[in-house]
């Protein structure tokens, strides 16, 4: 189950698949991004960050993908498995804003 | 390495009461911010402390809410009165940065769940 180019609030996907996860963000002069996992009443959780000067970063079965033209990131997670499911949220900084900003979050579910 | 600390977990309370959450942050770390996340939406940045100082309460409610962090480590955000439209989790982070540049990876705490009623 993957679903690439627009950002969707929920994505369903069975056990073992690759999950793709999109975000649009706002502002022109972040060149920082971060993917959060939120799973339910817990605090969000680290998964990968990408600086601007990076098109693609791997992580342990994730890989972020940023496209600066269009403003566009991405989080690959690989086989996805049950524990995968959560919320996750992509936040985005600029090295002149002290603020960390979140997007409005895609929760995952995965069938087993 | 401990993680940052919150309390209480849970908090129910009426409409016009006024209520108080702590949090302890990573040891060490320069930066803390609160965030409130409304059921179903992204964290959003409340205020952010860099050690003692403000620097940045652009989006917090300052008729009602209040912050502050003594001696650059603990933290409590408080509301006063409370409205039913803040109802949400309180998530307090804290993160290294200690200038200016990027955040960096920051660390939350598991939040405090306010119910106004």
């Known amino acids: 189950g993957e679903n690439v180019g627009l950002h969707l609030p929920t994505l369903s996907v069975q056990e073992g698949d690759n999950s793709i996860i999109n975000c649009a963000y706002s502002n022109s002069a972040s060149d920082y991004f971060i993917w959060y996992k939120q799973e339910s009443g817990k605090g969000p959780q680290f998964i990968i960050d990408i600086r601007s000067n990076m098109d693609k970063r791997q992580g342990q079965r994730v890989t972020v993908l940023l496209n600066k033209t269009v403003k566009h990131l991405s989080l690959q997670i690989a086989a996805t498995q049950p524990g995968d499911s959560a919320v996750y949220f992509c936040a985005e900084n600029g090295s002149n804003d002290y603020k960390l900003s979140f997007g409005a979050g895609t929760t995952v579910t995965v069938r087993a | 390495e401990a993680g940052v600390a919150q309390s209480p977990r849970y908090k129910i309370i009426e409409k016009r009461q006024s209520v108080a959450f702590w949090c302890n942050p990573i040891?060490?770390?320069?930066?803390l911010y609160w965030y409130q996340q409304i059921l179903g939406q992204g964290p959003k940045l409340l205020i952010q402390?860099?050690?003692?100082?403000?620097?940045?309460d652009s989006q917090l409610p300052k008729d009602r809410f209040s912050a502050e962090r003594l001696k650059g480590v603990d933290s409590t955000l408080k509301i006063q009165p409370a409205k039913l439209e803040d109802s949400a989790v309180y998530l307090c982070a804290s993160s290294k940065r200690s200038g200016t540049g990027n955040t960096g990876e920051l660390f939350f705490g598991e939040g405090s769940r306010l119910t106004v009623l």
């Open positions: 402390f860099q050690n003692n100082g403000v620097v940045d």
């Open positions: 040891s060490g770390h320069a930066t």
